[in-house]
């Protein structure tokens, strides 16, 4: 499975953005699938994840309440719809893909495919 991400870009403190990650190699049949973020001089970190069905989703802490994964498996697509953004927010945006256990599925390294990023920045 390759994955694209795309939909960063710069934005101001309390505004939106929508990222869109789709799968231009192979599907996301089976896949749980996810958003990790890395900000500069910081260890990447789990955002959220969406199991295959879509009905269950799980977020971070600190993005609960302000972001929304989603995904439509027909068109091989997962999205992130962040709103009002932080500048803490800011940093690279990687969606995965993978089949982690329900205990593990913040663990990036049980994501076996990764897109390339888009980066996000929010200023204040």
């Known amino acids: 499975v390759q994955l694209q991400a795309s939909g960063g870009g710069l934005v101001q403190a309390g505004g939106y953005l929508k990222l869109s990650c789709v799968a231009t190699v192979g599907t996301f049949s089976g896949y749980t699938m996810g958003w990790f973020r890395q900000a500069p001089g910081k260890e990447r970190e789990f955002v959220g994840t969406v199991r295959w069905s879509g009905s269950a989703t799980y977020y971070a802490d600190s993005v609960k309440g302000r972001f929304t994964i989603s995904r439509d498996n027909a068109k091989n697509t997962l999205y992130l719809q962040m709103n009002s953004l932080k500048p803490e927010d800011t940093a690279v945006y990687y969606c995965?893909?993978?089949?982690?256990?329900?205990?593990?599925?913040?663990?990036?390294?049980?994501?076996?495919?990764w897109g390339q990023g888009t980066l996000v920045t929010v200023s204040s």
């Open positions: 995965a893909a993978g089949r982690p256990i329900l205990t593990a599925i913040t663990n990036g390294g049980l994501y076996n495919y």
